[in-house]
């Protein structure tokens, strides 16, 4: 069966801080691996990785991947309160539909 | 550009009531369209897919069904709702054979 598993399940921290974001994954047929950020609603796309080692970069968030431990991390330096969510990694499937597979998510706390 | 409209926002409903939610996608043709349900502090389930009209694929047995009417329309029911269906839907589209998927701005429903 394949799986996809955050860490930690939930983080609190203060402004300023940084913070890393853990996904790993047991699936076969690796497409993609998809990053979500999730306030209040509709989760929002981040990065997507497909390749191991290319660092993705959007302000303070970068991402990475390594498909030979099968994991990747998420970093949000300088944390600010906005950055408080549920952080979604998915793992798209090659061959079909690309059905993705999602983590049960980090929830992150920023405090002033 | 693409859009998705998801309605309603929220929804209250009694227990052995009906469900119909509904979702359409913009500025696209044959998309992949897939209902999703998060329950409180789980991470995203697939329930169903479709890559075409009257294709409906389920992930998981329940009490919902869907279906797919038109191109661009997704519909997400129940016959008799439970408890248990409580939780928060979000109704989501990609490109066939394309990276990556947008999401409505989720359904909050509430089984009494």
């Known amino acids: 069966e394949d799986k996809v598993v955050q860490s930690p399940l939930s983080l609190v921290v203060h402004e300023g801080d940084t913070v890393t974001l853990n996904c790993s994954y047991e699936?076969?047929?690796?497409?993609?691996l998809l990053w979500y950020k999730q306030e209040k609603k509709a989760p929002t796309f981040l990065f997507m990785l497909t390749s191991s080692g290319i660092e993705k970069k959007s302000g303070r968030l970068s991402s990475i991947l390594d498909k030979k431990e099968l994991f990747s991390i998420l970093n949000i330096t300088a944390t600010q309160t906005g950055d408080s969510a549920v952080y979604l990694c998915a793992v798209e499937l090659s061959g079909g539909s690309y059905i993705p597979t999602f983590g049960r998510g980090t929830s992150l706390i920023v405090h002033p | 550009s693409q859009t998705i409209h998801q309605w309603p926002a929220t929804l209250v409903q009694p227990v052995g009531s009906p469900l119909s939610l509904e979702c359409t996608v913009e500025?696209?043709?044959?998309?992949?369209l897939y209902w999703y349900r998060q329950a409180a502090g789980r991470g995203l389930q697939l329930l169903f897919y479709?890559?075409?009209?009257?294709?409906i694929s389920s992930e998981v047995p329940q009490n919902l069904s869907a279906s797919r009417p038109q191109d661009r329309q997704f519909i997400l029911s129940s016959k008799k709702l439970l408890l248990s269906d409580s939780g928060f839907y979000l109704c989501?589209?990609?490109?066939?054979?394309?990276?990556?998927?947008?999401f409505g701005s989720g359904t909050r429903l509430t089984v009494v």
């Open positions: 699936v076969t047929n690796f497409r993609s």
């Open positions: 479709s890559v075409g009209i009257g294709q």
């Open positions: 500025g696209t043709s044959n998309p992949n």
């Open positions: 989501a589209w990609s490109r066939q054979g394309a990276y990556g998927y947008t």
